[in-house]
């Protein structure tokens, strides 16, 4: 039952996220849609892609606060009520196929390796270079906005 | 559950955002939603299998999946301070009248 409850109210989110016209809103809305997807990932016994999904979408959320705040114009239009509702309702209606079309995943637990084995020994060589994308990447985006700013 | 059907759900939404969206902000929505979809489908087949090396996998992807948000964030935000919009379509009127002056 925690699973349909937490499937509709991430198909939900999902369509206010994309519907609602305002993007402070839409963001929050977004922020629903991760909190959902790290529950569900907790549920169904992925504890650190929960833990690491939660991570990433701070990160992502709080960016996108920022540049939603920046780039939105400044209006006051709060969504209507009505409009909610409607959006509440398509989200409700179209996750009836996922309750509906419910089949029991096969269970074959612990036929695999361990995700900590499997990510340190098998793949530890690949984080490394993660890593030094990840912190080549953060400094090309760092050299994009500095040339911006020194041409403003 | 089925989660094929609610990733499949959530993938259509994110697709139906990319076609009809002309704002640049909710287009990166729906390009996140698309991916969260496609992520939710592997981790909740490698979790009920039981394969860690699927798990581990999708860290990777989930890595790649934010530095491509933050690339895509820094230009959206140099796109938007330089055209004064972020609707695609007065993006490209602007670019077309710079055109033909």
Redesign the interface.
Known sequence: MI??II?TG??IS??L??FLDE?IY??SA?AC??FF?SL??LL???I??AI??FA?AV??LA??FL??E??STKSENKPSVKKLLILVFAGAL??I??IL???????????????????WD??GM??VF?GL??LT??L??AI??YE?KRR? | ???V??SL??IA??I??LLT?RD???V???V??IT?GA??NF???????????G??????A??????I???V??????V??KYGT?DINEILKTDQKEETL
């Open positions: 699973f349909e499937s991430l198909l999902a369509c996220a994309i993007a839409s963001v977004l849609t991760f997807t569900l990932y169904n016994d992925a650190y892609v690491f999904q990433v990160g992502t960016i996108l540049s939603g920046m780039l179209i996750s196929p996922t079309l419910s089949i029991s995943s096969p269970s074959i637990v612990g036929s695999g390796i361990a995700f900590e084995e499997a990510l098998l793949r690949d984080i993660q994308v990840l990447v953060a090309g985006t994009i906005l911006k403003a | 559950m089925d989660f059907i609610l759900t959530m939404i994110g139906y955002g969206k640049l902000l909710k990166f929505m729906s996140e939603l969260t992520t939710l981790v909740m087949l490698t979790s009920s299998l039981g394969k860690g090396l798990e581990a996998f999708l860290i990777l989930f890595s790649t999946d934010t530095v948000s933050g690339v964030l820094a230009l959206l935000v140099i938007c301070k972020s």
